[in-house]
């Protein structure tokens, strides 16, 4: 059984940071590339960003130079640093794991609010 468990988000004043986790089991986490997506209220579903298994990271426009996602392939686990929060960051942030030709998996989603 697949699971992906995100935990870290939290309530956060404007220009603060959050650190994002997600724990995977039930894959072979190493052939999969994992990423953080985020949808707030009224809106679809977006990237936010995605690291292959040699780290090579993607990240939304939106949030180039302030998040920064990393994984450890011997821990199963893919990490989320959220710094200089905006106001528009307020979302559920959801784990992806992808492999080509295959369904994705999702985790269930940590809601991250950024208010003053």
């Known amino acids: 059984q697949v699971q992906l468990v995100e935990s870290g988000g939290g309530l956060v004043q404007p220009g603060g940071s959050l650190r994002l986790s997600c724990a995977a089991s039930?894959?072979?986490?190493?052939?999969?590339?994992m990423g953080w997506y985020r949808q707030a209220p009224g809106k679809q579903r977006e990237l936010v960003a995605t690291?292959?298994?040699?780290?090579?990271?993607n990240y939304a426009d939106s949030v180039k130079g302030r998040f920064t996602i990393s994984r450890d392939n011997a821990r199963n686990t893919v990490a989320l640093q959220l710094n200089s929060l905006k106001l528009e960051d307020t979302a559920v942030y959801y784990c992806?794991?992808?492999?080509?030709?295959?369904?994705?998996?999702w985790g269930q989603g940590t809601q991250v609010t950024v208010s003053s």
């Open positions: 690291i292959t298994s040699g780290g090579s990271a």
């Open positions: 992806n794991a992808h492999l080509i030709a295959t369904p994705d998996f």
């Open positions: 039930g894959i072979i986490f190493r052939l999969y590339v």
